[in-house]
T-cell receptor, first 120, second 107 residues
């Protein structure tokens, strides 16, 4: 079974340009999360969806950031306009809807390989 | 509010045992996770605790005390490949991560 698929893996763009990051969750997973990771701030939750509906976007830094999930197999995170401080690794992750059981991976989240964004 | 604390860095010797602590304060609780992350890679799942007590899985064990808002990850027989960051995460509905503990293993 394929894991969470993200694209692009690496992107270098100039300040002011639009950036679109893409994610395909694992089939059958009902939650999708977007995280941003930097050395200073660690892994921050930006937004998450349940059954394609945005549940909490309080982590989105500002109006330059937007995310959509038009269907169960695709999500985008868009930054417009991009700034150098947006440089980070952006991870998409999805969860297994099975009931949580002690010790097992049930209810855990599976990460994509990340999109490494550099804004110059 | 939500807050997850863990030490920033730890150092241990190959073959030894190390315990990484995590304390949390969250509005809800539906389980605590530990993840391992090597430099340049995505986090990978290590353990999940939703009940109090110790969960053992090979060289790695994880402990949870819900009343104290406390967990630890115990790594035994340390190997050089265990050099990584270890992330504590708590789920209510969303999943929030601590900033991670960078573990250095000395030969």
């Amino acid at each position: 079974d394929a894991g969470v698929i993200q694209s692009p893996r690496h992107e270098v763009t100039e300040m002011g340009q639009e950036v679109t990051l893409r994610c395909k969750p694992i089939s059958g997973h009902d939650y999708l999360f977007w995280y941003r990771q930097t050395m200073m701030r660690g892994l921050e939750l930006l937004i998450y969806f349940n059954n394609n509906v945005p549940i909490d976007d309080s982590g989105m830094p500002e109006d330059r950031f937007s995310a959509k999930m038009p269907n169960a197999s695709f999500s985008t995170l868009k930054i417009q306009p991009s700034e150098p401080r947006d440089s980070a690794v952006y991870f998409c992750a999805s969860t297994d809807p099975s009931a949580p059981r002690q010790g097992t991976a049930g209810n855990t989240i599976y990460f994509g390989e990340g999109s490494w964004l550099t804004v110059v | 509010g939500q807050n997850i604390d863990q030490p920033t860095e730890m150092t241990a010797t190959e073959g030894a045992i190390v315990q990484i602590n995590c304390t949390y304060q969250t509005s809800g609780f539906n389980g605590l996770f530990w993840y391992q992350q090597h430099a340049g890679e995505a986090p990978t799942f290590l353990s999940y605790n939703v009940l109090d007590g110790l969960e053992e899985k090979g060289r790695f064990s994880s402990f949870l005390s819900r009343s104290k808002g406390y967990s630890y990850l115990l790594l035994k027989e340390l190997q050089m490949k265990d050099s990584a960051s270890y992330l504590c995460a708590v789920r209510d509905d969303k999943i929030i991560f601590g900033k991670g503990t960078r573990l250095h293993i000395l030969p």
